[in-house]
């Protein structure tokens, strides 16, 4: 784990640039860093020169800093904290980030918001916005299953907020969280079950007394999944990078790989070193481009093995550049389907079919 670090950005610069040796085993692995030089470097330009905190949004947000810094520093939380400087010091373009902010509010608004909690309901599965849109059945399914083994398992189509948290607009985002944390507990919802490992992040920081878990672990303790025959073929994990600090999760969405029949190679950055696919703190804004180089670098290390990830937003990025899955897809034990990249106008059809259609 990281050390604690200062919550006001002055004293978080300021220990960044004190505490960061610049020791380079970050750079190395970044291109952000690599062109802007070390944190602490940025720290100090940063107390200097408040231009210096737009270069925050250079950066995914991805974690592999945290992850291999050997001071256990979190670089990531300053460049998450130089964004929202920036937001609060109007140095941000909204206009630049329009298209993901107003994504978020749409997919939260009432047209595309469901709570169908059956009676006694205090478990709920929160499958996000990118599951539904692509694989509204794959919704559908994962919540027979969990009915199985509850009857009372409702399903939540709701926002988590993760747009404006990244983004910086930590006003919104704590406007978003509240509504939702109001919505669930004013509901009696005690547990959520998530597929989204963005939406996993962002629900663990509510301010209730919930649990939550990801139904990738939920499955794999039960017979939910059965197992399959064997030797269906070879595949890569991507491990999307808001779980690289979660080990059960990583575990169990293997465990169901195999269940379903596959082998495991892995990919040489993978876990607590995983790459984020691009898409990470929406960098395109500011770096077009930046999806297609990442999912290509992640291609390349796949050496032509599907890949398999547990995030469907990671899914549609590696979909550009290799045959792509979401562990979802290999469950239903039939061929892996050929997936065609869809329209944005037919995953928010989608997600509005899921809102309308009576469930299991
Ligand atoms: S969070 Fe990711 S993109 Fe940002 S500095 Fe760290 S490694 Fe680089
Ligand atoms: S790994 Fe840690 S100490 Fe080394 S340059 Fe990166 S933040 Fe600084």
Known sequence: MTEPMPSNLHDLLDDMAKRCTSCGVCVRSCDFLRRSGSPAALARQGREDGAVLLRAYECSLCGLCDALCPQRLSPAAMFLAMRREAVKTGRVDAKTYRPWLSYEKLGGALPFRRYALPPGCTTVFFPGCSLPGSRPQAVLSLLAALRRGDPAVGLVLDCCGKISHDLGYGESFERISESLRRRLQGSGVRRILTACPGCDLMLRKLDGDFEVRGIYEVLTEGDAVAETAPNRGTVAVHD??????????QQAVRELIRRAGYAIEELPEHGRTTRCCGQGGMVEGVRPGAVDREAARIAAQGQGRPLVSSCAA????????????????LLGGEALPSRRPLSSARRWFNRLRLRLTRLP
């Open 240 to 249: 999307p990078c808001p779980s690289r600090f979660d080990p059960k999760r």
């Open 314 to 329: 990671c899914v549609n990025a590696l979909g550009r550049r290799a045959e792509a899955y979401h562990v979802v897809d």
